[in-house]
């Protein structure tokens, strides 16, 4: 295990809390890289440093509960394409935080490097997959925050603050293996409608979170056999507690497999 250092000005966790608040969107991406080059050096310890309750925001995009949320078919197909980007976009932009949150949050659990390796390794991806659709929404001629944005991703984040399990148990296990499910779909709508670009963009991202659900399920198999717990049910447990949505079908078994995340856990609650 990792021997927690006193606070310093410079560890990994310093750095995850600069991330967490700063507001412009470039100069989290910025200093995510950086966090995570500084970290891959082998140069910087873990530290201990209090993330804030919620990560700095830019003043745009406006945020709306899911039910105000306009429909992203209003307009045409091509508003609608860069409606679905823009959204795409958001969840990106708040799975870095989520992922620097989880860095930085946890360190009293004592957690070796691995654990550590892994995590600052999706945060960094979590980065350039908003890179990639900030990019994509360039060339598309909108900016992120030009749109409305759902204001609800971060309450996972809050309402698993205080347990690393139910942390594992909601945000990889149950968020984004959500989105092995839907994005398939997406990138074959893109793709019929002549949009061979954003659909690039989606399947790079598609790929990566296949790996970033296998770390989720991996850390989370780990805390559950450090606290003597059978996983699928603690899992299922969990997840009845702190999730306040559906876990709804129809699921991409392949994808899930891949990511080592097998139907025991998950189809119990399919609603």
Not at 79 to 84: K, Q, V
Not at 125 to 144: K, M, P
């Amino acid at each position: 295990m990792i021997q927690q250092e006193a606070p310093t000005g410079d560890s990994l966790t310093t750095r995850a809390v600069a991330v967490l608040e700063a507001v412009e969107p470039a100069r989290k991406v910025s200093l995510s890289h950086q966090a995570a080059a500084a970290w891959r050096s082998g140069k910087t310890e873990v530290g201990t440093a209090t993330p804030p309750d919620h990560p700095a925001r830019p003043a745009r995009p406006e945020l709306l509960t899911p039910r105000h949320m306009p429909k992203r078919n209003a307009g045409g197909e091509q508003a609608a394409r860069a409606a679905l980007m823009h959204a795409v976009a958001h969840i990106e932009f708040n799975a870095m935080d989520l992922a620097w949150d989880l860095v930085s949050r946890f360190t009293a659990e004592d957690l070796p490097r691995a654990f550590y390796d892994d995590w600052v390794g999706v945060a960094a991806e979590e980065a350039e997959h908003f890179n990639l659709v900030a990019g994509r929404l360039a060339e598309l001629g909108i900016a992120y925050g030009d749109l409305p944005a759902h204001d609800g991703l971060w309450q996972a984040a809050a309402a698993t603050a205080q347990d690393l399990a139910a942390r594992l148990a909601v945000v990889p296990l149950v968020l984004e293996a959500r989105g092995l499910d839907v994005t398939p779909a997406m990138i074959n709508r893109l793709r019929s409608n002549g949009d061979d670009a954003s659909a690039a963009v989606l399947e790079v991202i598609y790929r990566e979170e296949i790996g970033h659900v296998a770390v989720g399920r991996r850390w989370f198999d780990w805390i559950c056999a450090r606290r003597d717990r059978d996983p699928e049910p603690t899992y299922q447990s969990l997840v009845r507690e702190h999730f306040k949505g559906q876990v709804k079908p129809p699921f991409n078994a392949t994808a899930r497999d891949q990511a080592g995340f097998p139907a025991g856990y998950y189809e119990p609650l399919a609603s």
